[in-house]
């Protein structure tokens, strides 16, 4: 599961996969995925090839097969993130063998993840390590990633800045020897 664990290449870490976590999955788990993939999908990335995959959704239903809220879009694009796509899903029991660490946006989401997890008939088989993605705030202090649906566009940036801080610093925190980023 750790990116510094050798993979099948000696001296080669092993990928690893991330899924992130919010209520509807159109605002702050796309926007977490939106940064991220825009780190370690770019071929000039030092983290280029280290991760498996990347997705997101929602511990709720509502905005199942939906595009991200267009605030998120627009944000992402804002800052050069203009290949995102994403239809909304809904979280499931498969998610927590599928990846290697579940990051929810707030501590309401890490409850219903570590709730869901633990009701899962595959709860045993979990390979996943769930966490509040804020734990790699940088500050010395978990943060929570606010939702921005009802505040505007305000809050659409500062979760924006949020989940490029955290990402970067997850980023550095599991590949010490790799590069660091921009």
């Known amino acids: 599961m750790s990116g510094t664990t050798a993979g099948a290449a000696a001296g080669s870490p ?10 509807g999955n159109i605002c702050r788990s796309t926007m977490a995925e939106g940064v991220f993939r825009s780190i370690v999908k770019d071929k000039s990335s030092p983290y280029y090839g280290h991760i498996d ?9 509502y905005h199942v097969g939906d595009e991200p809220d267009s605030r ?17 899903r809904r979280l499931r029991d498969s998610d927590f063998q599928n990846f290697d660490y579940i990051f929810a946006m707030d501590n309401g989401n890490l409850m219903d993840l570590e709730r869901w997890r633990d009701r899962s008939k595959r709860a045993s088989s979990s390979r996943a390590r769930i966490m509040l993605f804020g734990e790699f705030s ?15 566009q305000d809050a659409f940036e500062k979760a924006f800045e949020q989940c490029k801080r955290f990402s970067t610093n997850f980023l ?11």
Not at 72 to 88: C, K, M, Q, R
């Open 172 to 182: 550095e925190h599991t590949f010490p020897n790799v590069a660091k980023t921009s």
């Open 14 to 23: 092993q990928k690893i996969s991330v899924l992130f976590v919010c209520l």
């Open 138 to 152: 940088g500050t010395g202090r978990k943060e929570v990633v606010q939702d921005p649906y009802y505040v505007g």
């Open 53 to 61: 995959k990347v997705d997101s959704c929602g511990t709720g239903g």
């Open 72 to 88: 998120t879009l627009s944000t992402l694009e804002d800052h050069g993130i203009t290949n995102y796509v994403h239809s909304a």
